[in-house]
């Protein structure tokens, strides 16, 4: 028994320090200009082992693409119309702001596959991102028939929450050069999480 437990925690370990060194290199040289030798030499452990781990380089990429998704959308996925639009929208921008501010390379990865025409998404995750779309708009024209927010398109209102938390991850060089920082820290992303939940749940007429 402890011996099995050990191999698991062994096996979560190494399968985590693959995963965080495969997305710096994702992130950095897009699926082409990775290999699995750069990212078993990030990682600290032999190509072989890698390779026992994941598979191979496409199905690695998937899964992080898959786990950037799920960690963003998680906050929504079980909402319904007796929740409170206010308290869902700004849960979704904070949590989405903290997920930017922890995770950037999994943000950038992910705008990279879009960049190249979403080869990966196409085919395996456009799909099922459809369906949640879908069962998310529903509960918001819901909301908004029972006069608890503004008629506003969800679709659209998902992408602007999408774009604007991950614009602090993808244009960070962009962000501090201009407002002359080295980095943003804490506050920065506090400040811009407040004002990304005044003006969208503002804009879109939570009540």
């Given at each position: 028994?402890?011996?099995?437990l050990?191999?698991?925690?062994?096996?979560e370990?190494?399968?985590?320090?693959?995963h965080?060194?495969?997305?710096?290199?994702f992130?950095?040289?897009?699926?082409?200009?990775?290999?699995i030798?750069?990212?078993a030499?990030?990682?600290?452990?032999?190509?072989?082992?890698?390779?026992?781990?994941?598979?191979?380089?496409?199905?690695?990429?998937?899964?992080?693409l898959e786990?950037?998704?799920?960690r963003?959308?998680?906050?929504?996925?079980?909402?319904?119309v007796?929740?409170?639009?206010a308290?869902?929208?700004?849960?979704?921008?904070?949590?989405?702001?903290?997920?930017?501010?922890?995770?950037p390379?999994?943000s950038?990865?992910f705008?990279?596959?879009?960049?190249?025409?979403?080869?990966?998404?196409?085919?395996?995750l456009?799909?099922?991102?459809?369906?949640?779309?879908?069962?998310?708009?529903?509960?918001?024209?819901?909301?908004?028939?029972?006069?608890?927010?503004?008629p506003?398109d969800?679709?659209?209102?998902?992408?602007?929450?999408?774009s604007?938390?991950?614009h602090y991850?993808?244009?960070?060089?962009?962000?501090?050069?201009?407002?002359?920082?080295?980095?943003?820290?804490d506050?920065?992303?506090?400040?811009?999480?407040?004002?990304?939940?005044?003006?969208?749940?503002k804009?879109?007429?939570?009540r």
């Amino acid at each position: 028994m402890n011996h099995d437990l050990s191999e698991a925690t062994v096996r979560e370990r190494n399968e985590l320090r693959i995963h965080d060194a495969a997305e710096n290199i994702f992130a950095r040289h897009g699926y082409r200009g990775a290999s699995i030798q750069a990212i078993a030499a990030a990682a600290g452990l032999p190509k072989s082992n890698v390779l026992y781990y994941v598979g191979s380089k496409r199905r690695l990429y998937i899964t992080l693409l898959e786990r950037t998704m799920w960690r963003w959308n998680e906050m929504l996925s079980d909402i319904s119309v007796d929740d409170d639009p206010a308290e869902v929208l700004e849960a979704f921008i904070r949590s989405k702001m903290r997920l930017s501010q922890t995770h950037p390379q999994s943000s950038r990865l992910f705008a990279n596959e879009i960049l190249q025409g979403a080869p990966f998404l196409k085919e395996s995750l456009f799909g099922d991102m459809q369906e949640w779309m879908e069962a998310r708009t529903q509960v918001f024209r819901q909301w908004a028939e029972r006069g608890l927010m503004d008629p506003v398109d969800p679709v659209w209102l998902i992408f602007l929450i999408w774009s604007a938390t991950q614009h602090y991850a993808d244009f960070e060089t962009q962000i501090v050069g201009i407002t002359h920082r080295e980095k943003l820290g804490d506050e920065d992303f506090r400040s811009a999480s407040d004002f990304l939940c005044q003006v969208i749940i503002k804009g879109c007429g939570a009540r």
